[in-house]
């Protein structure tokens, strides 16, 4: 299958990500997916989303589910699902301070304490304007931390 255009492809940076491992997952998919008989893809870790880009693009599929344990994450992808650019124009906003800053680290730290500090138990039934500032700066994070991996811990 040829596609048209920009290709989708995972915009945030996730250990076990799948990416190159994409074409042996495709070989070792039933043949039912490529002839259109499986019409549901159900993804419980969608991490970096490697796979849940490919399938979408490649596959004509009715329904799609992702999930994932990380409410976090699942912001990111509510918030590009709902609203792409309220994001984008705050990632603009994010990168434009911080190639403008001559402290890029201490920019760093400050958005990390700020995103830390705001944890909070978000409920994920309906977007919320809200959630662009905070899935801006997981993505902002993760594309400028070290090596460009997200990870929680007690620090």
């Known amino acids: 299958m040829q596609l048209v255009g920009t290709r989708a492809k ?4 996730w250990a076990g990500g799948k990416t190159q491992l994409l074409p042996e997952i495709q070989a070792r998919l039933p043949f039912e997916i490529g002839v259109g008989r499986i ?9 970096g989303g490697a796979v849940f880009f490919s399938f979408a ?10 999930s994932d344990i990380n409410t976090e994450l699942l912001i990111v992808y509510k918030t590009v699902k709902e609203d792409v650019e309220g994001l984008i124009e705050q990632l603009n906003r994010l990168k434009k301070r911080f190639f ?3 402290e890029r680290e201490t920019f760093f730290y400050e958005q990390r304490d700020l995103f830390n500090r705001n ?10 304007a ?5 899935a801006a700066q997981f993505i902002f994070l993760n594309r400028t931390c ?10």
């Open 39 to 47: 019409k549901r893809y159900i993804e419980p870790f969608i991490g």
């Open 119 to 128: 944890v909070s138990e978000i409920k994920l039934t309906h977007f919320r």
């Open 10 to 13: 995972p915009f945030i940076k």
């Open 100 to 102: 403008s800053n001559a």
């Open 57 to 66: 693009q490649f596959y004509n599929l009715e329904e799609i589910i992702i």
């Open 146 to 155: 070290f090596n460009g991996f997200y990870r929680t811990n007690s620090k």
């Open 130 to 134: 809200n959630w662009i500032p905070r």
